[in-house]
């Protein structure tokens, strides 16, 4: 019943900033913890920042200081503000909305690819 939808992907020098955004659908989509995660090439995918339904947040030790995670309950929007990129960062990040009753419920967007290089 949940939909995602990632934008704001692209290429940034090191240093550098991008704020990725999240469009979801659904009737319950609000009361779902969001997640932003990251899979670089030959690489797992990693949890970068999750958010529960009233703004709990968490992080990654290696995004702490740099990453913002934030939503919109109103507009079921949740967004990933990044700065001070490194070319470490480079993946392609995706969305997650999970069900915080019922754990093995969860949706993932499409992807969107970020590339941190001079």
């Known amino acids: 019943q949940v939909q995602l939808v990632e934008s704001g992907g692209g290429l940034v020098q090191p240093g550098g900033s991008l704020r990725l955004s999240c469009a979801a659908s659904?009737?319950?989509?609000?009361?779902?913890?969001m997640g932003w995660y990251r899979q670089a090439p030959g690489k797992q995918r990693e949890l970068v920042a999750a958010?529960?339904?009233?703004?709990?947040?968490n992080y990654a030790d290696n995004v702490k200081g740099r990453f913002t995670i934030s939503r919109d309950n109103a507009e079921k929007l949740v967004y990933l503000q990044m700065n001070s990129l490194k070319p470490e960062d480079t993946a392609v990040y995706y969305c997650n909305a999970r069900n915080p009753l019922i754990g093995t419920i969860y949706y993932w967007g499409q992807g969107t690819q970020v590339t941190v290089s001079s």
């Open positions: 659904g009737n319950i989509v609000n009361i779902y913890t």
């Open positions: 958010i529960t339904s009233v703004g709990r947040t």
